[in-house]
Every structure is written in structure tokens, then in C-alpha cells.
């Protein structure tokens, strides 16, 4: 692209932290601790298909990496660095300024410094790709795999916003100015409990970051466990501005409802003081919501409406 050094050294030339070698090189050099291996997740971004055309880019910034360090919390990884590709139809510096602020704000509060990437000129659309690095001990990850019967699941944050507002804007409930207001930030800026965890590797067994909803996420775990799961409605976080709403919508939402960005995990009924410690150290709201059983498939006790039908699948991508 016309002017993609410049680009770069105008919005994206971050220092790098020391025992890093960082933007300007054929590649960039990242230490990893020893007794540790190197986490990597990676997430696309299309304009049109996961953000609206004229979303405040400083918001885009922010989620492009926050969906990225999501899943570095959701393996226990610490932070370490990432990669930024952009696609742009054309160079607007007041819209690449905005973008690189939100992004560097959300990476300077993680820790994970950008650090290398590539842009190119898009045909149509703006397209982001994010790939972030961290490390995890061995041995000490929190895969999909480690629930075990009898563990205490539990959900970080709340659950149900994020949904509620996409529905608000795409205008399939009457419009509601306030509410969309209270609830449009819980889209937008995502805030992931990344130093929590990283706190939960070696403590909890299993985790998930909330992209796809609560009962598809949570059953991604359960199937590579080989476990089943009870859920109690009555414990789950709803967020507090959704009891306006009807049952329906609120039930929807919280058991299916993405783009929540916090953690589903599963620990050892032990565990849970050390939980309960980690989660106030770090500022983070920590709920037990169930357990895991043996068997297969997600009971969920007391909701307000049966479950069913077609209504209750996650996103999916190519649905
Ligand atoms: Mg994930």
C-alpha cells in the first residue's frame, strides 16, 4: 500500500519491552520462559460480518486485540505479545489514530505489546487479523479437556448484555435509547479477566472464553471432557440491567448469548477459597454456576422457560 511505512511509524511504531525485538525487523524475537510453551491464538475481523461499518474505531481497536487475549485467558497463558494485519480499502489517519489508540490501550493494560504485523491495501471493507502470543507452564494449561466430575463450574462477569445490545441495534426489540446505552459498552469493549486468567493456570482444571454463548461454549468443554454438566439458572450472572426485559429474551441471552469475552471454568470444589481469593485480588466478579457429572450433555435447573426447540444453538459462523 501507497505510504504503508509511514502507516506504520505513524500509528503503530510501539517501543518493545526489554528481551523483546519488536516492529522493524524481518521478524520479531520474543523470550519464553523456560519450563513454559508459547500460546497462540489468532481471530479475524470483516467489516460487515463480526463489527458494523462506522463502529467507533477506537472500540475496534480495543475488541480486535480483546477477542484475542480472551483466549490467551481462557489457556491460563500470560500475555507476551501479538501481530496486527490490516486490510483497508483506504489510508484515513484519523481513523487509523483512533484504532491504534484503543488497541494500545487495551495492550499496554494486558501486557501484550504489538509487536509486528502487515497492512495491504482491501478491495472492499476493512478486514483485521489479530494473533496474540503468551506462555503457559506446562502441564499447568487450562484445556478443554480437564473438567472432571465433580468439579465446581464457574463464569466470571456477566452474561447476557453484550447480546441484548447486538439485538437492540439490529432493532429486533423496540428501540430503547437507555437501555442500549447502558449495555452498548459490554459489545464493544469486551474486557476479558486476563491476569485472572492467567492466575487460574495450574488452579482450575478447564477453561473457555464466552464467545459463542454460555451453553455451546461451556459444551465445547464438556464434550472434550467427556463429562455432562447441571447448571442452576437461578446462580447464573445476568446483568443487572436486563430484568426490564422479558424472560424470554433474558433467558436467550444468557444461555446463548456471545460476544461475552469472560471465562467459563471448571475447578476442584477445593479450589474454590483460592478462587474466591484470586477473583477479589483481581477486581473480578466469580460465580459457581454448577457442576460437572458424569455422562453426557448440559441440564440447566430452574429456568424460567423451558429449554428447546430451535431457539437454543450458539453462533455459528456459517449459519
Ligand atoms: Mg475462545
Redesign the pocket.
Same mark, same amino acid.
Given at each position: 500500500m501507497a505510504g504503508e511505512f509511514d502507516l506504520i511509524a505513524r500509528h503503530f511504531d510501539w517501543p518493545a519491552p526489554a528481551g523483546t525485538l519488536g516492529v522493524g525487523d524481518d521478524c520479531a524475537l520474543l523470550p519464553v520462559a523456560s519450563g513454559h510453551r508459547l500460546a497462540i491464538t489468532t481471530d479475524l475481523l470483516v467489516e460487515g460480518c463480526h463489527f458494523f461499518s462506522g463502529v467507533d474505531p477506537q472500540a475496534l481497536g480495543h475488541k480486535a486485540l480483546a477477542v484475542n487475549v +480472551? #483466549?490467551l485467558a481462557?489457556m491460563g497463558a500470560r500475555p507476551l505479545g501479538c501481530l496486527l494485519g490490516l486490510s483497508l480499502p483506504g489510508v484515513d489517519d484519523d481513523w487509523l489514530a483512533g484504532f491504534a489508540r484503543g488497541f494500545r490501550a487495551l495492550a499496554d493494560g494486558v501486557g501484550c505489546p504489538l509487536i509486528g504485523g502487515d497492512t495491504t491495501r482491501s478491495p472492499q471493507g476493512i478486514v483485521i487479523s489479530v494473533t496474540a502470543m503468551g506462555e503457559v507452564a506446562v502441564d499447568a494449561e487450562l484445556r478443554r479437556s480437564g473438567a472432571r466430575p465433580g468439579d465446581d463450574i464457574w463464569v466470571t462477569g456477566t452474561l447476557g448484555a453484550p447480546h441484548v445490545a447486538l439485538e437492540l441495534l439490529q432493532g429486533r426489540h423496540p428501540s430503547h435509547a437507555a437501555l442500549l446505552e447502558s449495555l452498548q459498552a459490554m459489545l464493544e469493549w469486551p474486557q476479558p479477566p486476563v491476569a485472572f486468567g492467567t492466575a487460574l493456570a495450574g488452579v482450575a482444571h478447564a477453561a473457555? #472464553?464466552i +464467545?459463542d454463548g454460555l451453553l455451546q461454549d461451556l459444551g465445547h468443554v464438556l464434550k472434550a471432557s467427556g463429562c455432562a454438566a447441571e447448571i442452576e439458572y437461578s446462580r447464573l450472572p445476568v446483568h443487572e440491567r436486563l430484568g426490564v426485559l422479558d424472560a424470554a429474551v433474558v433467558q436467550r441471552a444468557v444461555l446463548n448469548g456471545g460476544d461475552v469475552y469472560q471465562l467459563c471454568f471448571t475447578a476442584a470444589p477445593l479450589a474454590g477459597p483460592v478462587i474466591e481469593a484470586l477473583a477479589a485480588r483481581h477486581g473480578i466478579r466469580a460465580t459457581r454456576v454448577g457442576r460437572v457429572l458424569p455422562g453426557q450433555g448440559v441440564r440447566v435447573s430452574g429456568c424460567p422457560l423451558p429449554l428447546g426447540g430451535d431457539g437454543y444453538a450458539g453462533f455459528d459462523h456459517f449459519g
Open positions: +480472551s #483466549d481462557a473457555i #472464553d +464467545s
